[in-house]
């Protein structure tokens, strides 16, 4: 979930409790994503000079990267940037966030390599669904990239592409070594927490499987 998420909007608390799914709340903005082993994760940690001329706001930053993932999915699909998702044609395969300080931002997509039908249940859909959708459901709006390119394609035509613009080298990191004053923003929702949004009054519309 983004930053800015409210689990009652968003989740079908009953089914998340039931299947005991771990609900994350990252320091992000963006909206709710359903996370497998089919998700493909990009994200770029940068200095606020790090691409020269680029104004730190979600458009013109969004627009840096569609114009870098353009070349990734040169002859392999329609793409575009539309709102604020990566498309193929109108579908979604790709959805975006920010967070942007005085002197750093990030921006990192999920990309849908592939995905489970039913964990679409988990979700809602959210109020604030993008114009392009249309009203379809889940099925009509998304797809998965797999259907457009290999995976390993994906990936070296990403770093390719992201060479044009940095330095590129791979480097091995311990994801649990952190400083001692690291006092992270992104946390696992408890299930208390969502005990409590579940026995809240229920909206009358609930409307799920969507993403």
Known sequence: MGISGKPAELLDIDLVLRDQVPVIKRFTGGGTVTVDHGTIFVTFICNRDAVPGLQLYPRPIMSWSSQLYSRVFQRFGDFHLRENDYVFGNRKFGGNAQSITKNRWIHHTSFLWDYEVRNMAYLKLPKRAPEYRLARDHLEFICPMKDYMPRSVFIDK????????FSVYSEQTDPFKISSNFEPSTRLLTRQE??????????PVSQSLSL
């Open 158 to 165: 990403t770093v390719e592409a992201i060479s044009t613009e």
């Open 194 to 203: 969502l005990e409590e949004v579940a026995s809240q009054p229920e909206s």
